[in-house]
């Protein structure tokens, strides 16, 4: 739940402070209905650049041709010197009259990353599938933003139709220019207004800025302990930058997500390259995965928890329901025994008896009934 604050000495639309609140999927005008039939078709899961959020869209295709082009592609487009780049209409596709590229005879990046990314592709039925990992045009939480097409989305029940928004168009070689110019500026937003919250001697960490692509509002994400009064900041801000500011406050798993980085295993953070949600996490998952409690080993860079505990979780929760927990007792051999391990993936237990022995053995050989565990002995 934000709280929303406004300062009567500036002007409302250039001020815009919001304190705590997780992540959300961003909100815009969409279809009405839950169910599978009433969905648009296909679904798109899309992710924002700049903090690694995903929210669900759809694509309502125009009269015009469009064309979807990866980043590599935009990159390529965006290196090329010929001056066609500049006669681009929105949907990506040089006009008529366009001065021909001087290099097309040897190969122009420009034309030879159309050819080779500007696809459409279609399903059996003919309907518009956009390609993955293209950059499009969508309505963000935060406002019309440059985003990444991660692919369909096949199970529907984790769509919600109140939260999906409508695909704008492909981006064009002119939205990427101003997205590497927003990086730039971002960079020297972000070293300014940590400047500014050290000369206000603020309790907070600035974790990164964003410029939006056809928006003049800057957002800064940060993360402190507890609630901050930062509304002489956002004056600051405004005097400085001449926009609109907003201040976000997030928590350390969202700074990990928006930041990026590497986890123990060795590869990019679950939250930043994989999750769709922050899910959940608590160490009775990792009771019941065996796992050491030294927090130094089930804990990720952001201090909580390793998000990774919650995959395999339903699988020893269901594991476990044919196996005894540890400290059940049973009689075996004519002694009392006591499981003091259970391997859930060996599918074994180890048991120790009054009389000093300790046995390990395939759990399979442990039948549950009549409210107790026995001992099915072996065959011959």
């Known amino acids: 739940m934000s709280d929303e604050y406004t300062d009567q000495a500036l002007p409302e639309d250039m001020l815009d402070i919001l304190h705590e609140e997780e992540l959300e999927t961003p909100q815009a005008a969409k279809p009405q209905g839950g169910n599978a039939e009433e969905l648009p078709h296909p679904i798109y899961r899309l992710k924002t650049l700049h903090s690694s959020e ?32 500049s006669n681009m209409v929105p949907n990506g596709v040089q006009m008529a009259d366009a001065s021909p590229c001087a290099e097309a005879s040897t190969g122009c990046s420009l034309q030879v990353a ?13 309907v518009l599938v956009v390609p993955n990992r293209s950059l499009v045009i969508a309505p963000t939480k935060y ?34 220019r101003r997205y590497l110019d927003n990086l730039e500026r971002e960079k020297e937003a972000f070293i300014k207004c940590r400047e500014r919250i050290g000369a206000h001697n603020l309790p907070m960490k600035l974790v990164s800025a964003h410029c939006l692509l056809e928006d003049s509002k800057i957002l800064f994400f940060f993360t402190a302990e507890s609630r901050v009064d ?52 608590s160490i009775k998952m990792a009771k019941d995965q065996n796992l050491s409690l030294n927090s130094l080993k089930i804990s990720g860079p ?51 008896g009054e009389d000093g022995r300790i046995l390990d053995m395939d759990a399979a050989r442990l039948k549950y009934a009549d409210g107790r565990w026995t001992v099915i002995e072996e065959e011959g």
Do not use: W
């Open 54 to 85: 995903t929210f669900h869209a759809y694509y309502v295709p125009s009269g015009e041709s469009a064309h979807f082009m990866r980043r590599c592609a935009l990159e390529g487009a965006f290196a090329c010197p010929c001056p066609a780049k």
């Open 302 to 352: 952001c201090g909580r928890l390793l998000c990774c505990l919650s995959y395999e979780h339903q699988f020893y929760r269901d594991a476990r329901r044919e196996l005894p927990n540890e400290g059940t007792r049973f009689t075996y051999d004519g002694t009392l025994f006591k499981v003091i391990e259970v391997n859930v993936l060996s599918n074994r237990i180890r048991i120790a």
């Open 230 to 281: 930062f509304r002489d900041l956002v004056k600051d801000l405004v005097s400085v930058f001449h926009a609109r500011i907003e201040l976000r406050q997030i928590g350390v798993r969202d700074e990990a997500r928006v930041t990026g980085g590497c986890g123990v295993c060795g590869r990019v953070l679950c939250c930043h390259g994989l999750s769709d949600k922050l899910n959940p996490v």
């Open 114 to 126: 159309m050819k080779a990314e500007a696809v459409e592709t279609a399903t059996a039925d003919g």
């Open 143 to 176: 406002g019309r933003d440059l985003v990444e097409v991660l692919g369909v989305v096949h199970d529907l029940s984790v769509v919600n139709a109140d939260e999906l928004v409508l695909i704008e168009r492909p981006a064009t070689v002119d939205d990427y």
